[in-house]
């Protein structure tokens, strides 16, 4: 009997053990899929973003930049040239216009109260977002500059060239992750605009006619000149100008921070960011007109050179390495914005 007994527990035990070794190993077979999932959706955002190519910027650059567009000048031929060109791009991409609209919002000249003789246009192209789609995360950069002077073509390579080439690409790699299956949860709204040489008038004119509700605006990301180096970072140029990060929503700074971290380790400079500096450049592109409506914002910017404003910002002049990285720097904080599970808060109403 006493056999029996302890033979009966030394098969317990065993099954025991085998149990307990089977469920360690599915244990340990799960946290390793876990891992994995985890690097493919790291790995995914990467891959996109690593579709903004230099090559890309500088060939669309080159166009938009060129004498053909004559200085992009608000309502004249060389801006509404560049307004084909970029809806053209759009449509040859399958990226979608916004309902109801051919990828153009027209401003009558009137509305620009003698600072355009003529009808202007910003240029507008969406992709939905997959569960979010009244989320929108506005992408934006004046496409605008300021003609010619005394025979001379500005060309504005730099301002505002290189932002609107960097919502090109970025835009491109949305689609693809779009076409993959890993379209963004929230929409995206890629907003090329007009007027901003003339008083930030296109995002004037689009923020009092929304096309989607201000209030179902989540943030906007506004590009403009990020395509050279200004003389405070001649020998170290791995950086960028941030404006507004953290003047309407904490989370969205700590947000930036984080992307930073993790994807392009830029050096973030908030020097711009300071109420007191003299050069209020927090008021003077086109996220203002969204920030008014107390909607978080970040301006891009790498600061002013020796050519802003002037006939020699031309395309040769721009580092296409430094600009692939911080057009990658706002994909990755779209990609995070549009994917996250709730909305960024706003802290402060203005």
């Not at 309502?75 to 916004?98: C, F, P, R, W």
């Not at 009244?134 to 505002?160: F, L, P, Q, R, W």
């Not at 929503?249 to 930073?260: P, T």
Request: charged residues 25%; glycine residues 6%.
């Amino acid at each position: 009997m006493q056999k029996i007994v302890s033979f009966v527990l030394i098969l317990v035990f065993l099954f025991s053990f085998n149990v307990h070794k089977s469920t360690a190993q599915n244990t340990s077979g799960f946290t390793d899929n876990n891992q994995k999932l985890e690097h493919k959706t790291l790995s995914n955002a990467t891959n996109y973003a690593s579709s903004i190519t230099t090559a890309d910027l500088e060939k669309h650059l080159y166009i938009l930049a060129s004498d053909e567009f004559e200085g992009r000048k608000t309502g004249e031929e060389g801006q509404k040239k560049a307004a084909k060109y970029l809806v053209d791009y759009y449509k040859s991409m399958n990226i979608s216009a916004t309902d109801g609209m051919n990828y153009l919002q027209n401003i009558p000249a009137t509305y620009f109260k003698g600072r355009s003789k003529n009808d202007s246009e910003n240029v507008l192209a969406f992709i939905k977002g997959s569960e979010k789609p009244a989320e929108i995360i506005v992408i934006s950069a004046h496409y605008d500059h300021v003609g010619t002077k005394d025979g001379e073509i500005y060309n504005g390579a730099d301002d505002d060239g290189s932002g609107t080439v960097a919502v090109l690409e970025i835009a491109q790699a949305f689609k693809m992750a779009k076409d993959r299956g890993n379209g963004p949860k929230r929409s995206i709204l890629f907003l090329n605009l007009t007027g901003e040489e003339v008083g930030l008038m296109g995002a004037k004119y689009y923020a009092e006619n929304p096309v989607f509700p201000l209030e179902n605006t989540v943030v906007n990301l506004n590009i403009d000149m990020i395509g050279r180096v200004d003389e405070k970072y001649t020998d170290n140029p791995n950086y960028v100008y941030l404006i507004g990060t953290d003047k309407l929503s904490a989370e969205l700074h700590q947000i930036s921070e984080n992307v930073n971290a993790t994807y392009t380790n830029l050096e973030l400079d908030y020097t711009y960011n300071d109420e007191n500096d003299p050069n209020r450049y927090y008021y003077r592109s086109d996220h203002y007109q969204f920030a008014k409506n107390n909607i978080p914002v970040i301006f891009y910017f790498n600061g002013v050179h020796e050519d802003y404003h002037k006939p020699t910002d031309t395309p040769d002049k721009i580092n296409y390495e430094l600009l692939a990285k911080r057009a990658q720097l706002v994909f990755y904080t779209a990609w995070e914005l549009a994917n996250r599970p709730e909305r960024i808060k706003v802290d402060v109403k203005n």
